[in-house]
């Protein structure tokens, strides 16, 4: 069952009536938002210990004007009534372990596992809050590191095509003659190449349509050192993909690791030194290969919602209706 929240103005073309009416009317007398035992410190920390379960998620999101909340929830609601565990405005740790310890240490003590990203602050809490869980940080942060130091590589290169037209635009102009750009066997520029390539750099070779096959060889003729971040990224990928064993998952990526220092790639390299300092906790993902999806969607469903209403005007009427729907 679909439990997206819907904006009373959403309603007026079905069912004839004046919508910003209705959003006054419910708010006002037909919720119990006035009797809501949190209005006061809403906007601060929500906390919902009935919620809590075995296996958590811990994520940060934006509610307004790039405010961050600290969230977590419980993956076994999938998103729906009983997902909200708790809500915290700002990511500082001791302000979130302090709310978090509303929940009594019986139903911390029984979460086995918080998936996180990488940020310090949310370590520190789940340390301090859930003793007994294991820290599994998402795979696909750890991904997204070997994608962005990638997308660097493409983006230098492509300065440089750009200056180097500009440059042989300028010399053509000295001389008082046409530029005519060199184009690769697809039609592209070399500038156009590297732009248009961001998107196949992010998928697997096998699905590469046509067209982006002929303009990966092109990429790779020019660029070697792009093909080699490409490996890189690729069999990483790979790992978190076809391993099924933690011990196995380790031996792969101690050989990842290696490869990268042979690289001799500098942002290759601030990524696996980040790796290693979080090694045990990305190789956690192997014991259940859990990951913070259900904490993204949970946020992608937060956000859906802020933009039917086109914005937050009353974040505790707003922090209510999440409540009442989520927790």
Known sequence: ???????????????HIDGIQLERHYKEYLSD?????????????LVFPE???????????SLSNGELYTIITNKAAKGRKGALVAMVEGIASEKVIEVLEKIPQELRNQVKEVTLDMAECMHRTVRRCFPNAIRVIDRFHVQNLAYDAL?????????????EETEA?????????????????????????????????????????NKQKLR???LFDLYPDIKKAYSLTHSLRMIFSKNTVKDAARLSLARWYNQVNDS?????????????????????????????????????KIKAFRASLRGVSDMKFFLFRLSKIYA
């Open 51 to 61: 919620n809590t379960g075995s296996h958590l998620s811990i994520d940060e999101t």
């Open 1 to 15: 069952m679909d439990t997206t929240p819907i904006p009373a103005q959403s309603l007026e073309r079905y069912y």
């Open 151 to 163: 997308q660097e590589m493409r983006i230098a290169h492509r300065w440089d095509a750009i200056n």
């Open 264 to 300: 001799g790639f500098k942002s290759f390299n601030t990524i696996s030194a980040t790796i290693y300092e979080h090694y045990d906790e990305i190789l956690n993902f192997f014991i259940n290969r859990s990951t913070n999806a259900s904490a993204e969607a949970f946020n992608a």
């Open 216 to 218: 990966a060889k092109l």
């Open 169 to 209: 635009m300028e010399q053509a102009k000295l001389a008082d003659e046409k530029y005519i750009p060199q184009t690769l066997e697809n039609g592209d520029s070399k500038k156009q190449l590297l732009a248009r390539s961001r998107y196949l750099l992010f998928k697997s070779a096998d699905k590469w349509t």
């Open 33 to 45: 938002f006035k009797n809501w035992e949190a209005v006061e410190h809403a906007e601060d920390w």
